[in-house]
């Protein structure tokens, strides 16, 4: 397929369905026979590879998902240069993805908390704007989105906690992740 003009989607905010918002989109997508990547910059395969929309999306071979997050947690205070080498190449692979590859959706799920948490910089999203074709369709997410990235964007939806039920119970299989 083929996306006469591709955009620049950006979810952002403090509540809870950005990814899931950017992982519908992806879905659709694929409905319509469109080419998906997703490249996710803070999870790691060895940490994330049991949640449910990673393995049904690893059984579609029209939809790619990288990931390159560290296995463990990253400490945003002090972050470990492993950390920051892994934030750094996924950008790397997104502008070359968006160079050289035939893809009609990019998903960069978590860009925004990359960028917040100094793991990577503003020259990386520079790139990756540089490199998006005419015809693919951009998505950004996470917390916080810079203005830089806002004033990009063609679509910004910010998402916030209004209620909130893990204040009182934990994440449920098959419905968080």
Request: net charge negative.
């Amino acid at each position: 397929m083929n996306i006469e003009k591709g955009l620049i989607q950006v979810y952002t905010g403090n509540g809870k369905g950005k990814t899931t918002a950017a992982f519908g989109l992806a879905l659709r997508a694929r409905g319509h026979g469109f080419a998906v990547k997703i490249i996710q910059f803070m999870k790691s395969e060895k940490m994330f590879n049991t949640y449910g929309e990673i393995k049904f999306f690893k059984n579609d071979p029209g939809i790619e998902i990288l990931q390159f997050g560290t296995d463990g947690w990253v400490d945003f205070k002090n972050p470990a240069p492993e950390a920051v080498a892994a934030a750094e190449k996924a950008a790397e692979k997104a502008a070359d993805i968006l160079k050289n590859d035939s893809v009609d959706v990019l998903i960069l799920d978590e860009i925004l908390y990359a960028y917040k948490f100094n793991l990577i910089k503003k020259e990386h999203f520079d790139e990756i704007f540089d490199a998006k074709k005419e015809n693919t369709e951009l998505i950004l997410t996470g917390r916080d989105a810079p203005d830089f990235v806002i004033e990009k964007a063609d679509l910004v939806s910010e998402i916030k906690d209004v209620k909130h039920y893990f204040q009182s119970r934990k994440a449920i299989t098959g419905i968080e992740f």
